[in-house]
């Protein structure tokens, strides 16, 4: 992390500046920037204070900087001296209560925000309704010595998409005021977009580096694929190419010593169910009779690593830091519940460390090959997915042989993992990064903005 610089407000009206001497080396500064406000004020070197910028309430009130003494980093633009970043996280599904202003995710929003002094940034939580378009102003909710409050803030600096899910990021209204601010006020948008499951693979099937993580995969057209890949792989999974949570999701599998078919899946009664069927149109007119097929993938079946007869899968999340490189920063296993068709914690999977499952020598080897296998499908997808990508959270699995899988890639990570007590530090850790990426992409917007804006 590079050094942030406490920002004070003293309690004068001049328009001047006390900043650091190195900041006046070889520099005109004539202006100070917070978001998109800035004002012509003058510089003055502090004569013992390098670590420290002191603004008057003139200043503070002309940038609508938030009274609170606080670490911001600094970045230099023509003969401008900008502070932030400021950091616009934008979602959805706001309340009118004051203790719980975004409901049930109010509690992740608030740590989320509580990493504003490790990083040296200045994140606000904000939705559309928030915006005063003539003002150039937003309402922001921040999170201030345990309490929500509202702020008057400028346009950020950079935008951290947190919609909810893919009902509110296809909004008509949400769509509009992303364009607006992306377009008309160039403000560079991370993490924007659901990820479609065969697009993704489409994608990164035609990348050599990767493709050796990729399970087959296909669109649903007939019976007659699944037959060929149930007879290639015994098993196969078929998935809403738009699912999330391990919803809608069944597996198909073929005895063929018996000839008969079973399908695993979870009921609308959340009942984890497994059915045999004597042929592959009965299983498909009884389970899917109410289901678009059209709307699913067909993957071929991994025989994972298990624990005590459980399928095991891995989450390993990755994120930019603040210099725009990728990282490993959470790796958990989870264990599929009995009966279960996937490993989510909602149908009665458990997440573990890796080392709670193998031997050390073991659960090293495991960590290396989950490690190097995500960090080259980040930099895959940051080549091949459009938008600036900044965490990604897999599903990755580990055969039999010791060959990596990739199932899914979430450009919104779920945090279930993080209830696990042992994985509190990288809970922290994915934090920072998440809003720690909001620096480079500042200091690029400023330094390269046709890489941004292109």
Not at 422 to 442: C, N, P
Request: with cysteine.
């Amino acid at each position: 992390m590079r050094k942030p610089y406490l920002i004070e407000v003293a309690q004068n009206d001049q328009l001047v500046v006390f900043c650091p001497p190195t900041f006046l080396k070889d520099k005109e500064l004539t202006r100070i920037a917070f978001g998109s406000r800035s004002i012509e004020v003058d510089f003055i070197a502090h004569p013992d204070q390098n670590d420290r910028i002191s603004i008057s309430r003139e200043i503070q009130k002309a940038l609508h900087f938030p009274n609170f003494n606080t670490p911001l980093h600094v970045f230099f633009d023509n003969h401008s001296l900008i502070i932030g970043p400021l950091v616009g996280i934008f979602t959805a599904g706001f309340t009118t209560l004051p203790t719980e202003p975004i409901g049930e995710r109010t509690l992740f929003f608030s740590k989320l925000l509580s990493v504003n002094k490790i990083v040296g940034a200045f994140p606000f939580i904000f939705g559309e309704q928030h915006i005063d378009w003539d003002q150039g102003i937003i309402e922001g909710h921040i999170f201030h010595n345990d309490a929500w409050e509202t702020v008057e803030v400028p346009f950020p600096n950079v935008i951290y998409d947190r919609l909810p899910n893919r009902k509110s990021e296809s909004n008509p209204i949400l769509i509009k005021v992303r364009d607006r601010l992306q377009k008309e006020y160039h403000i560079p948008w991370y993490n924007p977009g659901f990820f479609n499951k065969l697009d993704i693979h489409e994608r990164l099937i035609q990348d050599e580096t990767v493709a050796k993580f990729l399970p087959e995969t296909l669109p649903f057209t007939s019976f007659s694929s699944i037959e060929t890949m149930l007879s290639t792989h015994g098993h196969v999974f078929i998935k809403p190419k738009n699912g999330s949570l391990g919803l809608g999701v069944h597996q198909l599998i073929y005895d063929k010593y018996n000839d008969d078919y079973f399908c695993r899946y979870q009921d609308e009664n959340g009942v984890n169910r497994l059915r045999k069927f004597s042929s592959l149109e009965r299983l498909m007119s009884n389970v899917f009779s109410n289901q678009s097929l059209e709307k699913m993938v067909v993957q071929q079946g991994i025989n994972l690593l298990r624990s005590e007869s459980r399928t095991i899968d891995f989450r390993v999340h990755t994120n930019k830091d603040d210099l725009g490189n990728w990282h490993v920063s959470a790796i958990a296993a989870k264990i599929a519940g009995p009966g279960s068709v996937t490993t989510h914690t909602r149908s009665g999977g458990e997440i573990k460390t890796i080392e709670e499952i193998f031997p050390l020598e073991e659960s090293t080897l495991h960590k290396e090959r989950l490690s190097d296998a995500a960090l080259l499908l980040s930099n895959s997808l940051d080549r091949h997915v459009e938008g600036i990508i900044g965490e990604i959270g897999f599903d990755l699995g580990i055969d039999r042989n010791g060959d990596v899988w990739l199932f899914e890639a979430n450009s919104k990570p779920g945090r279930t993992i993080f209830s696990h007590p042992g994985l509190k530090d990288f809970d922290l850790l994915t934090r920072k990064l998440s809003i720690a990426f909001a620096v480079f992409l500042t200091e690029q917007s400023l330094l390269h903005p046709e890489e941004i804006f292109t």
